[in-house]
């Protein structure tokens, strides 16, 4: 297999140490490399991007249609027709009721930092200048940016940058797996609980929003909240006059098995931060949408939000996100997310039965997450130094199943998890052929780690 060698290489990437297959087509759920090796794409990118599939033509049709008429605007200056018509999709198709303003960026991080900009913007302008403080959650991941990684709560991205992440306050996660003692819904409602006590320590005059994911993706691998937890959560920041911004980067457009991951609960949140699926990875393109009387509120103070980014509702990209999003709707894709990941999970809780490894099996629609431990009984998680979550997804690319492993799982540094994420578009005999190629190579981790 021909490598690209990382001492040799112009390009950084992420991982320094690992040499790379070069991929040169992709079709539906399938890779495949420069030595015609094909690939089940299990994870939709880097992690649930590609959530229409590879090669989809009606979207290679409108990339190219747009790029002979205009492919970028100064959005400081003119509106484009892209623009509109991909706000009127994500409005009238996807949007909770209420959230009927978008403001476009081009990414995750820049989506949920945009988010929290957006609602430190609304309570300055409305004479609430003190409330400045956003409260996440431990175990939660926001994005990459400075800003983004202070109010996140994952400890091993955090640690380099501790210094100067921006000020945030914390409260616990959302994880019955590893913390409910007794009743779930009463640990879920404990947990929200501490929110209120958080904000009263602080003061409510000091708190701007609060920041969570419906389903926490990357960093513990697809946790959803409790039944109840988010209308308590909701219900806290009514009380005390909080923004609610739900961060649905990876949960969002089809992902859970509906529109938003959100929508499992009925807890509106006042803003969304969204990514990933509303371009299925054929550009860099992400979201806010917000409240319209947020946005009344600047217009009628400020008159301007005091943000912006070069390529920020670009009309290539916005043309590319509208024709992402008809294939959503057009091809029922959440309904497949629902029946099909339905379907996956089953899969997956059967591989428990022959995998000992395996102590959880958790998620919602095609978001779905394994946690490896080491003893199942007393959920021990692996040595740090077994690196077994790695061990797994190196197992799985070269049997031709690329994965989303994840490590610190437990408490940002020790636990193993696998993120399981295929595009909307799979089949249930497509997962067939995914659970597969999966049993064999936990099986081969496992021999590796002697567990029997």
Known sequence: MQLIDQETTPVIYRDLQRPLPTIVRGEGIYLWDSTGKRYIDGAAGSSAVVNIGHGVPEVIEAMTEQARKIAYVPTHAFSSEPIEACAQTLVEEFAPAGLDKVWFVSGGSEATENAVKIALQYQRDRGKGTKQLVIGRWQSFHGATLASLGYGGNAGRRKKYQGILSTAEHIGPCFPYRHATGDEIEYGLAQADQLDYLIQQVGAENVAAFIAEPVVGA??????????????????????????????????????????GIDHWEAPPDLIACAKGISGGYTPLGAVLVRPEIVGQVRGTGGSFVIGHTAGGNPLSTAIGKAVLDYTVKHRLVDNAEIVGAYFKEKLVELMAV????????????????????????????????????????????????SYPGQGTVDGVVGDHLLCTPPLVITKLQIDELIEILDASLHSVERDLRVV
């Open 355 to 402: 995998h000992p490894i395996i102590g959880d099996v958790r998620g919602l629609g095609l978001m779905l997450g394994i946690e490896f431990v080491a003893d199942r009984e007393t959920k021990r998680p692996f040595p740090l130094e077994l690196q077994v979550s790695r061990r797994i997804g190196d197992a799985t690319l070269e049997r031709g199943l690329v």
């Open 219 to 260: 960093t513990t691998g697809a946790v959803p909240a409790t039944t109840g937890y988010f209308e308590r959560i909701r219900e806290i920041c009514d009380r005390h006059d909080v923004l609610f911004i739900a961060d649905e980067v990876m949960s969002g457009f089809g992902r859970t098995g509906k529109k938003f």
